[in-house]
Every structure is written in C-alpha cells, then in structure tokens.
C-alpha cells in the first residue's frame, strides 16, 4: 500500500477530499469508482485525469471500480453545463459502452481477484426499478431544498435555459449508484471531477440517510490551459482515445505543441515518472527549452500508454516527415486512409492517371494539370531559388519530367515549396 491522495497532492491532481477520507484510504484495501458518461464511442483527452485517477487509486494497492453510465447516459447531468443534452437510445449506448471499456483496458488491469478493475453498468440496476419504487425508496430520502441547494441546479435554474426534471433528478439517480456499489461492492469512496462534489455529497448524505453507512469524496482539479483556455479542445474539435477519431500522429502532436507551462503541470498528472526523474527532465529542460524535452517526454509517454509503441514509432516518423528529413519510403508502408490523415488540412489536387504516363514536365504538373503554383513562372522561380523538392527531392530544373512511376502508393505525389507548405497531388 502507498499513499494514494499523497501522490494525486504532489502531481497537483488533488481538489478536495472529504475529513477522515484520507485516513480511510491509509488503512487498507479500499474499493472505489470514478463514472464515466458514454455520450460517445470514445474517451477523449478531457476524460484522462479521471483514467489517471483510477491507475493511482490501483496502484496505490487499492480496487478500482470504472462505472459506465448506461442508465444515466440516457438522463444527463446538468453539472457544467448551460444546456440539456440529447438524450441517447439503449442501441447508441450499447455501442458506446463497449468502445470505452476497449481503451479502459489499455489503462487498467482488470480482474475480479485482488485489486483488480471492475466495470459496471448502472443500467443493470436500473433497468428493473421502476418509477414508484425510485421515489420512495430513494426520494424520499433526500429534500428538495437538498438538492436546490447545489450549485449545478441553482445556475440552471437562473439561466435560459431552465432545468427539466429529468435532469434535476440526475444527483438522486447518482446517489443511488454510489449507494448500491457501497452495498453490494464494498465502495467506500466516489471521486471526480471537481464539478462532480456535489453529485458525490449526495451520495454520501443518501448512503448516511438511508442505512446510517459512512462514505467518502474526492475530487480532481478541472485542467486548463496556462492561458485559460479548456484543455482537450482544439480547432478542428475534441482529442479523442480513438485512433479512427484522432490519429496517434494528431494526438501526439497534440501534447508535443505545449506550452512549457502546460507541459510541466501536464507531465506530472499524465504520466507515471516519479518524482526525481520529473525535476531531472524539468532541470534538462530548463537548461535547452528549444529542445522541447519536456514535451517529447510526455508525448512519448502518453501517445505509448493511450496507443503502442508502434503508433508512437509511425507518429515520430510523421512528424521527421512533416518537418525534418523523412523519406518517402515511410509513405509508403501506410493506407491511404493514414496517407491522407497525415496531409488533412493540406491544399489537395486531384491530377489524371491517365496523363502521367507518358510523363509531364514540372512545369505542367503544377501549373495546369494543377494549382500548386499561379503560373510557370513561379514554378521557374522557385526551382531557381532551391525551394520546390517532390517527394522529398528537390527538383533540379523546369524540365524534370514525372509519371506514374512517381507516385507513392500508385496514388500520390507530394509537393514541398520551402521548408513548411505541403501540397498532395492524388491520382485518379
């Protein structure tokens, strides 16, 4: 056993904890749950403090419990939030269920033995209890004045937007959660979010209401980014755990594009390294910040954790692509699909097979059969200034010469002007 909400202290993942928790916890074995919501496929990045959570609670020699809301999926919870969701049917959820206990088991060690992770599923309490017997074996238990009283429905209430009763009842549907794990699995503590305490006082106060049982809270900070800003997001949308969803090669960028701040409060709570080795990077990195070691130490980290060493591998070899001195021949070991995930964003031509291959001069490539550049002009321009390579070769004069022979995976022909503006050229 170690020291559980000491580790989550000294990362600067702790938000609050309930008295005598920690005590609780420096006892023995305890058993504890984090909810998942499973409005999508997938996990995204906002969702591994929470992952992180649990592998402490676990290693710390403790049992964790992943609960996947299936019951509460098709209800909402209205904490954080300015709007009611869309409610989502037994068939989605199924679906989303499914895809989440996946990369929940690249994270934790799941075993019914010993401290190993369980999953469980609310919809397999819920399903049977019926309306009547959730008022009054539940209901009536906690005050309406209770639960007024949070700060999730009194900002609701004040707002536009109101508060349907489905949702008002979502910290009693919660509170009855952590009431049947403490029951029937020995759960002695919920932790969270630091938006979730007062769904998890809840149910506390309904676990001390209904059976006089003791149970315990904790919750996490939210993570923002140095500038404020709601980490996770970015322009083309959320960071997800799917590789279908966001690419290693996206993900990994994701974490080495940190800011030096970021990365030092991100390295700590997303990543296993100790203490000592966490101020030796940090002292390395203070010492060359252009090198970015801090940054490729938690890429490195996380994209090995949420994916494998293998998509780690191709992530690298595509950012060496992108920006260093790649080979083409890395192209061509990927799928069209992985192909075109790597130029997303990219200006993109489609050009004729067909007229390939007899061969067509760099000029007519670019300039006609093509948009790359205005005019053949600017083609010779460039060709004259050194800055026009294709498929990673510079091209050594306007009468270069390119077919079929040329394309990458029989599809594609990459177009580099200067050191950063990629263009795909795909054959059809």
Partial sequence: MTNFVEELRWRGMLHDIMPNAEEKLNEGMCSGYIGFDPTADSLHVGHLTQIMTLIHFQRAGHKPFALVGGATGMVGDPS?????????????LEVNLAGIKQQLNRFLK??????????????????????????????????????????????RLTGDSGLSFTEFSYQLIQGYDFYYLWK??????????????????????FIRRKDSGTAYGLTTQLIKKADGTKFGKTESGAIWLDPEKTSPY?????WLNATDADAKSWIRIFTLLGKDELDKLEAEHDAAPHLRILQKALATDITIRTHSEAALETAVKTSEFLFGNGSVAFLESLSPAHVLEIFEGVPQY????????????????????????????EVKKTIQGGGLSINKTKVPELTAQYNTADLINDQYIIVQKGKKNYFLLIAE
């Fill in 250 to 254: 996206k993900y990994y960028q994701f």
């Fill in 350 to 377: 489609t050009i004729s097979k067909a007229e390939l291959n007899a061969g067509v001069d760099v000029a007519t490539l670019l300039a006609e059969k093509s948009s790359v550049f205005p005019s053949k002009g």
């Fill in 184 to 205: 029937n699995h020995n759960c002695s503590i919920q932790m969270g979010g630091s938006d979730q305490w007062g769904n998890i006082v809840t149910g506390t106060e």
């Fill in 80 to 92: 954080g939030k300015s709007d009611e969701r869309n409610l989502l049917t037994e068939e989605v």
């Fill in 110 to 155: 799941f075993s019914d033995e010993g401290n190993g992770a369980v999953m469980v599923n609310n919809a397999d309490w819920f399903r049977e209890f019926s309306f009547l017997d959730f008022i009054r074996d539940v209901g009536k238990h906690i005050t309406v004045n209770y639960m007024m009283a949070k700060d999730s429905v009194k900002k």
